[in-house]
């Protein structure tokens, strides 16, 4: 039960009791009896106060849980890393792949003579993609790293904090957020803080599967994500009944900032908004939350894109994402079928079934529209891959090839469930879910067949088959992240930390505890309270039994950065190497070249650009079955004047076979893999061995386009030679 919603109803028929015995007590007063008048007062400001004193408790409770995983996580990272001893460049080395890349923006805005010339330098950048002029607040999420940095070069830190501590602290400092919207939802839900302290409990307790924030700080989604749960947490208390018009204008105010932050941090804003305007169809459709509340929701998530829109100059990859043309499909349908809650149950079903069989065809029309129009392919590669990833049909396209074949975009491992049986999460999560699932089948079939009667807010807490609109839309949101989960490993970062709000409000819920009670005829409204607070101090009293000496063992363990060949490369370029100097490479270690050395580079891992796929592809022929010529063509082409090759890429043992890089780029380019195996019967064996490996050799024609000119166990780094035309 909503914390607030409780207090007003009880203070609202204590303020009716408390007016009529004041009335009374008046003219009792007048006979000379006044005991009982103290005595109604005396209530009413115990229960003021005691509301207040739990409230103050429960608010100290979730900033401090969030302070304490804040410190927790920064803690793991420092032991991991020696980060506080190690250099610079091995700081810097830490931040691998895209993340390098976006701290990058950070330290190039930091350096900057002048906020306005770093800014500049941001939308003309020419050392992102050699060649090319990009603005990268356009084709980027990166506006975090430019307020960031504005905050440190304006505020009196920097004699007391380097630039990377402040950018580390910060990405940090929001899973204090992060741990205090799970909290508060879970309370939200409940009814009671208990619920929201182990929420927190269990998100710290299933890091491994809750965060990766420690080893991937600057990564989008570490600031993306907290505002996203904040934006749950306020959706979750938009969709309680309210009181005060004042109070739904305010929460709709906050949904919209936080709703417009979770956008403008990251690229895959538009495919997790579409999954939240899908849950807000359904229910809508079935009658299980207000369908001006869904309304209003989607003209926050339009004027949130939109906004981020014009900040990115105008992307057109946003207007062309699948949430806008749903939206507008489903506001469209809805104002066309203004009958479509009415007739019998056949009737209703069928109309329901046509209108979500409409939604979905005129959204895929004007999606198809809109791209045609803009001429949008910027995000195709995503859409090959659900197609992959869906089984329909194998693909040889190489993008998507590059996600089927990584461990992140597969499915969700058995032992993740493992892991979270042995914190006690997943039996009270299965448990609540199938509870409210059933629920919700009787409430959906009792509102279309027009069986469902108004009931009011205490009757609709006491009954056992009622969902509250908040319930409802929890519950619909967890099922769909879960499944996005189970398909596609990455996203169960989106749905175990709402596991955990889930499955401590089952702990706490009053209609689950009064269903179980009632099942072995032990129900009363005294064990119900008992139980529902008993319970969760009891699972707490047990996980910190068990788990803690694991916690302060994992705390423990100090380790030490060490990558000494990355460190060689990194001093080498710097040292040895014109500044204007452009390097060809893995999309990997090139962002990393960029962060550490500042030299221009060719590709990047920022994918979300056909141009830049393509020139990605076909950098990566130097670990393909090519002539000299035909690479040293390519390379020049992006201007190229180093070459950097990596032994753990060409002679890659991480993936089986057909998913190693240079077995994506045989297939490619129609040629036979390496190794004993089934290769498709159109491909052909190659005229040519394998660049990345024939090239070590040191002989023609590889030493007439290409000089080695360092190496070291991991990296060999060529420099193209230029050729007389």
Known sequence: MNMENLRQRKGAKIADDTTKCLSNEVQKEQKGKVPASKTSAELVLGHFSWNILSNTLGGSLAVSFGLLTSVYVATLHENDLWFSNIKEVEREISFRTECGLYYSYYKQMVQAPSIQQGLYELMYDNKTESRTTINILRRMNVYQEVIVSILYRILPVQKYLEAIYFYTYTVFGLQTLYVFALFVNSWLLSGTWLSGVLAATWYILNRIDTTRVEFTIPLRENWSLPFFALQVTLVTYFLKPQKKPYALRSTTVLVFLSTFVFSVTWQFNQFILLVQALALFGLDSLDMVPSSKVTLLYMIQVASLLLVWVLQFFNSMILGSLVLSFILAAMLTKHLQRNLKVGSLTVRMGKLLLNLILVLCLTYLLNYFIKKQLLLESDEHIFKFIKAKSGFGATRDFDASLYVCEEAFGFLPFDTFKRLSHTLLLFPYAL?????????????????????????????????????????????????????????????????????????????????????????????????????????????????????????????????????????????????????????????????????????????????????????????????????????????????????????ICYERRHNRGCRLRDLLDVTNGHVMDGPGLDDPDLVPSAHPRFCDAIRKDEPPYTSFFSRVFKNKTFHVYKLKKQEK
Request: include cysteine.
């Open 432 to 648: 609540i879910v199938f509870f409210l699932a059933i629920v919700a089948v009787v409430v959906a079939y009792n509102n279309i067949s027009g069986l469902s009667k108004s009931l009011s807010a205490v009757e609709e807490e006491e009954s056992t088959a009622s969902l509250r609109p908040e319930i409802a839309y929890n519950l619909v949101h967890t099922i769909l992240f879960g499944l996005l989960a189970i398909t596609t490993m990455r996203m169960k970062y989106l749905w175990i930390p709402h596991m955990c709000v889930v499955a401590s409000f089952g702990v706490c819920s009053k209609q689950l505890w009064r269903w179980l009670l009632g099942l072995f005829h032990l129900y009363s409204p005294q064990r119900v309270s008992a139980v529902r607070h008993v319970v969760p101090v009891l699972l707490l009293l047990y996980l910190s039994f068990k788990l803690y000496p694991l916690v302060m063992e994992e705390l423990s363990e100090l380790r030490e950065f060490y990558d000494p060949d990355t460190v060689d490369l990194m001093n080498w370029i710097r040292s040895s190497t014109p500044k204007n100097a452009v390097f060809a490479g893995s999309m990997q270690l090139l962002a990393g070249v960029k962060l550490c050395t500042g030299r221009t580079v060719t590709n990047h891992p920022h994918y979300e650009d056909k141009a830049l796929r393509e020139r990605t592809k076909q950098v990566y022929q130097i670990y393909a079955k090519q002539p000299p010529e035909n690479v040293h063509s390519i390379l020049r082409t992006f201007g190229a004047d180093y070459v950097i090759l990596e032994d753990s």
